[in-house]
């Protein structure tokens, strides 16, 4: 889709990027955007990215060069000295890679239209992550995927095929069988030009249904506001997300869902407020549709967004809320491993995963294929949506499967 360059910009598509812990993720996110998405006080002590990041770029083709080396983030072709055409805006969201991150990943992939799953061509092929991360776009229902062979700089071409015969192996049977393997340096900059192509050729902009009522996906909360601020001059609360469906507006009246949670009171309070901005980056706009992450400013006391407090919650339309369900009917799909996984059993507990919220909660009932679980944490969703499911083993939460919604 080539957009008129008079017009404003907005991303078509959010795009995850995932895999194995210092595969090279964060790197080709600045690569691609010129953006470093670790910006937390540890993730830069320790380089590894904890929370989710974002970052966006415009992909340019020039009408004159041959493909891949037409494609670009930067609207000059360098090599004829003329303008390059926008094809479109892609919004990404950098996962964390590290095991005991797996659900702030889930959380992510939640918003997730497509996925890159980075892999590095100097380890063997699959590490654990990697393996991790592959199941739980399958999960989640991010069947779009591109395959970086990534650090290709740092291995011989007999490793490099051996790595990448590897990598063609362990896909196979799974949703990214069919999907491409673009070898690239980050570091180095060689062959960013093939993954864009690889992504302008692979992954499509999804038809978005306007008309439904809106429903935005919460991933991130914030309290912009600086210590010494002039109450005057003072923002609101600020949401981060991507819209699951239809169009909100700045100065709409929204509701927030579930709500805010009072842990010392053991209180839920459903949050009533008005769009005061809407931004993607640095550009404000008065409306935004499907596609894209982006910040959502409320006129709510910023007490309430601290530390990523109301991540987790769904943004509605104040007079068309969607339902909140404190347990859930699920219809449920098991993952395969090589390990037997024994049945679940009534009174286990599981973790549930829905959108990007998290929750716990314990069977009450089970009938064939369907179980019956009492939240201790309230969740708002569609019925029909999935959830993710996962379970104890050896003293840590292990991805099992998935759950479908269903009526009572």
Wanted: a positive charge; hydrophobic letters at 40%; charged letters at 25%.
């Amino acid at each position: 889709m080539i957009i008129d360059k008079k017009e404003v910009i907005l991303p078509e598509i959010s795009m995850g990027v995932v895999g194995h812990l210092n595969h090279g993720k964060t790197t080709i996110l600045e690569r691609l955007t010129g953006k470093r998405t670790t910006t937390h006080s540890e993730e830069i002590r320790r380089g590894i990215t904890i929370k989710l990041g974002y970052a966006q770029c415009t992909i340019y083709k020039c009408e004159k060069c041959d493909e891949p080396e037409c494609y670009s983030t930067v609207p000059m072709c360098m090599k004829h000295n003329s303008k390059s055409v926008v094809q479109r805006k892609i919004s990404f969201v950098d996962a964390p890679g590290h095991e005991t991150l797996m659900a702030t990943m889930l959380s992510g992939a939640a918003i997730m239209d497509a996925a890159i799953l980075v892999i590095a061509a100097n380890e063997p092929c699959p590490q654990q992550q990697t393996r991790e991360h592959l199941i739980a776009l399958d999960t989640v229902g991010v069947k779009n995927i591109i395959i970086v062979q990534n650090k290709i700089d740092l291995v011989t071409p007999e490793q490099l095929k051996k790595n990448y015969n590897e990598i063609n192996a362990f896909v196979k049977g799974t949703v990214a069988e069919t999907a491409p393997i673009i070898p690239i340096s980050a570091q180095q900059g060689i062959n960013i030009d093939a993954l864009l192509q690889a992504i302008q050729t692979y992954i499509k902009t999804p038809v978005r249904d306007l008309t439904k009522d809106p429903i935005m996906i919460v991933a991130r909360s914030f309290d912009v506001n600086r210590p010494g601020k002039a109450i005057n001059d003072l923002v609101g609360s600020v949401l981060g997300g991507a819209l699951k469906q239809g169009r909100l507006k700045k100065g709409d009246e929204i509701i927030i869902l579930p709500g805010f949670h009072d842990e010392d009171k053991k209180t839920w309070t459903q949050l009533k407020t008005v769009i005061d901005n809407l931004n993607y980056g640095d550009m404000f706009i008065d409306e935004v549709k499907p596609g894209g992450s982006f910040g959502l400013s409320t006129k709510l006391d910023p007490y309430f967004c601290k530390a990523d407090r109301l991540a987790g919650n769904v943004v509605c339309l104040a007079n068309k809320p969607i339902n909140v369900f404190t347990e859930l009917f699920l219809e449920t799909h098991i993952i395969e491993r090589n390990k037997e996984v024994t049945p679940l059993k009534i009174n286990e507990p599981l973790l549930i995963n829905a959108w990007t919220s998290r929750t716990s909660g314990v069977i009450k009932n089970i009938k064939k294929d369907i179980i019956n679980i009492i939240l201790t944490l309230p969740i708002a969703i569609l019925p029909g949506e999935r959830v993710v499911i996962s379970r104890k083993v050896n003293n840590r939460w292990v991805l099992t499967g998935w759950g479908k919604i269903v009526p009572k």
